[in-house]
T-cell receptor, first 118, second 112 residues
Framework: GAGVSQSPRYKVAKRGQDVALRCDPISGHVSLFWYQQALGQGPEFLTYFQNEAQLDKSGLPSDRFFAERPEGSVSTLKIQRTQQEDSAVYLC????????????????FGQGTRLTVV | KQEVTQIPAALSVPEGENLVLNCSFTDSAIYNLQWFRQDPGKGLTSLLLIQSSQREQTSGRLNASLDKSSGRSTLYIAASQPGDSATYLCAVSTSGTYKYIFGTGTRLKVLA
């Protein structure tokens, strides 16, 4: 596709349920980011992949959060035993090159997945 | 630790006004700065990217400037229109990291 695609767009989970959020980046993009956005706030960094390598996971709030990008394209963010505080919009972004490498570092975002934990 | 601040938090202007949105950051060692637009319930749309070596970028009615030494960027919107109503976010990518740090945004409303 032409842009970053995320699915599902909306997810309602019962507390304690596991969820998996999918991101299809722009084809050929090396860098992939996951962000969490609470209502009325700016996005906050969760994790970064360069191809299939997860180079930074410093923003993952707990060990219940896990992300993977096994073949360097599609990525999945998994949240185990969801809690109410996990309710947020989860945004995925990709860029052709990694930050700091000159041109083609513009980040393109998907529409996000709105997760509501009840 | 990089911190990004945007002022004002909200702005309401009549159609046709030129306006300026401000973004400041605490660590001047950045790779680039990017301005985004976010409509309610939507993802982020990239508006302008300024590399650390650049001082400004222009796209249509939008102009973004960067002053690394003072830790500031401004987004100038000329001849505002009701369709410009959205939240505008700036984000910086800091040297030595991979992440973009975002401000909390400026909510803009342009009145017809």
């Amino acid at each position: 596709g032409a842009g970053v695609s995320q699915s599902p767009r909306y997810k309602v989970a019962k507390r304690g349920q596991d969820v998996a959020l999918r991101c299809d980046p722009i084809s050929g993009h090396v860098s992939l980011f996951w962000y969490q956005q609470a209502l009325g706030q700016g996005p906050e960094f969760l994790t970064y992949f360069q191809n299939e390598a997860q180079l930074d996971k410093s923003g993952l709030p707990s060990d219940r959060f896990f992300a993977e990008r096994p073949e360097g394209s599609v990525s999945t963010l998994k949240i185990q035993r969801t809690q109410q505080e996990d309710s947020a919009v989860y945004l995925c972004a990709s860029s052709l090159r990694q930050p700091g490498h000159g041109m083609n570092t513009e980040a393109f975002f998907g529409q996000g997945t709105r997760l509501t934990v009840v | 630790k990089q911190e990004v601040t945007q002022i004002p938090a909200a702005l309401s202007v009549p159609e046709g006004e030129n306006l300026v949105l401000n973004c400041s950051f605490t660590d001047s060692a950045i790779y680039n700065l990017q301005w985004f637009r976010q409509d309610p319930g939507k993802g982020l749309t990239s508006l302008l990217l300024i590399q650390s070596s650049q001082r400004e970028q222009t796209s249509g009615r939008l102009n973004a400037s960067l002053d690394k030494s003072s830790g500031r960027s401004t987004l100038y919107i000329a001849a505002s229109q009701p369709g410009d109503s959205a939240t505008y976010l700036c984000a910086v990518s800091t040297s030595g990291t991979y992440k973009y740090i975002f401000g909390t945004g400026t909510r803009l409303k342009v009145l017809a």
